[in-house]
């Protein structure tokens, strides 16, 4: 089945410096990725969508210029938290997607990445 | 996309068969069910999605009603390893994008 490989796993960063998260569709292409942020006992949400050769589409309240995506090929996208802050510190989960034989398409979540910003 | 409805909690007992139940009365004509668990500190895993008629796999089966207005996810036997947070989501079938509501946590006891 498909695979999605998210790196690093976990980070621990100081306060100001920028960390970049990798995200890699193992054995298919994706033209569009997602970004997921989790903080502790909430459920995820949708931060952006990353499209391959454009720019990524921001949800509302999401800063653009905080959370940097590029999507260079059509099997990673990269996600930078720049100038990383205490409240920064989260779960960062990347998903990609597939079409199924049914017609649907189905989103394969990487193992997600924690963030810890001292 | 149409809003889901599952009750927040719910326990289950190994070895027996786990359902569980999802809302979705605003569903359209041309949205899918989907469900996705989590597992502590993992990324979410599909488990199964269905349209109109149930449908089955090696992990779950999906049963909808004929009105589409609601689903269960059936577990048929569950494993401690189940233990998790259950989504069922609504979704345009062409629309990559999920969106998350609060889910089931399910715990598995011995």
């Known amino acids: 089945g498909a695979v999605v490989s998210q790196h690093p796993s976990r980070v621990i960063c100081k306060s100001g410096t920028s960390v970049k998260i990798e995200c890699r569709s193992l054995d298919f292409q994706a033209t569009t990725m997602f970004w997921y942020r989790q903080f502790p006992k909430q459920s995820l949400m949708l931060m952006a969508t990353?499209?391959?050769?454009?720019?990524?589409?921001?949800e509302q309240g999401v800063e653009k210029d905080k959370f940097l995506i590029n999507h260079a090929s059509l099997t990673l996208s990269t996600l930078t938290v720049t100038s990383a802050h205490p409240e920064d510190s989260s779960f960062y989960i990347c998903s990609a997607g597939q079409d199924h034989r049914s017609g649907a398409n189905v989103l394969t979540f990487g193992a997600g990445s924690r963030l810890t910003v001292l | 996309d149409a809003k889901t409805t599952q009750p927040p909690s719910m326990d289950c007992a190994e070895g027996r068969a786990a359902n569980l139940p999802c809302n979705h009365s605003?569903?359209?004509?041309?949205?899918?069910v989907y469900w996705y668990r989590q597992i502590h500190s993992q990324g979410p895993q599909y488990i199964i999605h269905?349209?109109?008629n149930n449908e089955t796999n090696e992990m779950a089966s999906l049963i909808i009603t004929e009105d589409r207005k609601s689903s269960t996810l059936i577990l048929p036997h569950a494993t401690l390893r189940d233990t998790a947070v259950y989504y069922c989501?609504?979704?345009?079938?062409?629309?990559?994008?999920?969106?998350f509501g609060a889910g089931t946590t399910v715990t598995v006891r011995a």
């Open positions: 269905g349209l109109k």
């Open positions: 990353s499209n391959e050769g454009s720019k990524a589409t921001y």
């Open positions: 605003t569903i359209s004509g041309n949205e899918y």
């Open positions: 989501i609504v979704r345009v079938y062409n629309d990559y994008k999920l969106s």
